[in-house]
């Protein structure tokens, strides 16, 4: 069998089928196997707030938009996912039945410059493929959606947990919506979301594109219904073009790190401008601190400093040419002698999140 230009022939050894696929980035999924967790370091994150995108491992993010059903969610070792050691993982510690517009889940958004060759929102769109591990204590029928960055695409579409606490490969494709607006900048270009419940009023039936944001399908498992201590945990997830689902593609950690840190970074290295001594001065008398970005990120990212931190006067400036942050330490009075700092022992985090 011949491999079209810059593709792989790939086997897979249980069943002997024989498949294509691009040799490099197949997965336009950013860390799948959950190996990174700059954030949390495999903690749970037991805070979730409502209406809003809370990070866990990196890239990966969890949704509730009301505080009826709570969850915690982290990246887990030794998860035992076939050719993978971590997973992200959903445990239920506040089980309530969503109301009619409640939705929880899990997602992650995929930047637009990585799917534009999708061709969404065309009459050319292609198939894109989704595959992954799943594990859940509660069995049954779940709901798997993709929207577009506006949330006014769906398609909605489902897959079976057979077994309790098993690892079960998933493999579903999708023909690409040839209607609505779909990014292909640097916002989200496509959202892979993975129910954890949705009431009626934002739920749909299965298999097709429709118009409006849906999150679970109509009759699926509403996980955070169940019982205080279940849980739902994913690995080798992989998004990719065409039909096929082909081996997951396990990239260098370097690569995975540079990667993810186009949307987030965290250095815990004490950052610290040293003091200036000074008897008297005007009040913009400063002592900075120079920070430079690690890599491109995707926006001018926010800037969060860690730990004990003096910094009077907040960020000084962002230059956007070079990537620094200028931080700075600021004379708060006239007369008599002071000596003024900027520092933050624990380090800071940059977020340009989608």
Not at 241 to 265: D, N
């Amino acid at each position: 069998m011949s491999a079209p230009a810059n593709s792989a022939v790939y086997v897979d050894p249980s069943t002997g089928a024989i498949s294509t696929g691009a040799v490099q980035f197949r997965n336009r999924i950013i860390n799948g196997d959950m190996r990174i967790d700059q954030r949390l370091a495999g903690t749970a994150n037991a805070a979730l707030l409502t209406g809003q995108d809370v990070y866990t491992a990196d890239r990966w993010a969890v949704w509730r938009n009301a505080s009826g059903a709570n969850y915690t969610v982290q990246r887990i070792a030794n998860a035992g996912a076939p050719g993978n050691d971590f997973a992200l993982q959903a445990t239920v510690t506040s089980s309530a039945t969503p109301g009619t517009n409640d939705i929880y889940f899990m997602h992650q958004k995929i930047e637009g410059y990585n799917v534009n060759d999708f061709g969404l929102g065309t009459a050319n769109a292609a198939f894109f493929t989704i595959s992954f591990h799943v594990r859940s204590s509660v069995t049954g029928t779940f709901g798997l959606i993709a929207t577009n960055g506006a949330k006014n695409r769906s398609f909605a579409t489902t897959y079976t947990v057979n077994a309790a606490n098993v690892w079960e490969y998933k493999v579903i494709t999708v023909k690409g919506d040839v209607a609505g607006v779909w990014a292909k900048d640097n916002t989200t270009g496509l959202d892979i979301i993975w129910s954890l419940g949705a009431g009626s009023g934002a739920s749909t039936a299965a298999g097709a594109w429709v118009a409006g944001g849906f999150y679970n399908v109509a009759g699926a498992v509403q996980f955070v219904g169940g019982a205080v201590g279940a849980t739902f945990a994913i690995s080798n997830v992989q998004v990719e073009r065409g039909s096929v689902a082909t081996p997951f593609e396990v990239r260098p950690f370097a690569m995975e790190l540079g990667m993810c840190k186009r949307y987030y970074h965290k250095d815990t290295d004490t950052l610290h401008g040293g003091g200036v001594s000074i008897s008297t001065g005007p009040l913009d008398s400063y002592a900075g601190i120079n920070y430079k970005y690690p890599a491109e990120m995707r926006i001018n990212p926010s800037l969060n400093l860690l730990g004990t931190t003096y910094r009077s006067g907040g960020v000084y400036d962002v230059d956007q040419i070079t990537k620094h942050y200028f931080i700075w330490g600021r004379r708060q009075y006239g007369g008599g002698s002071a000596t003024i700092y900027a520092y933050a022992t624990g380090g800071c985090e940059l977020s340009a999140e989608l």
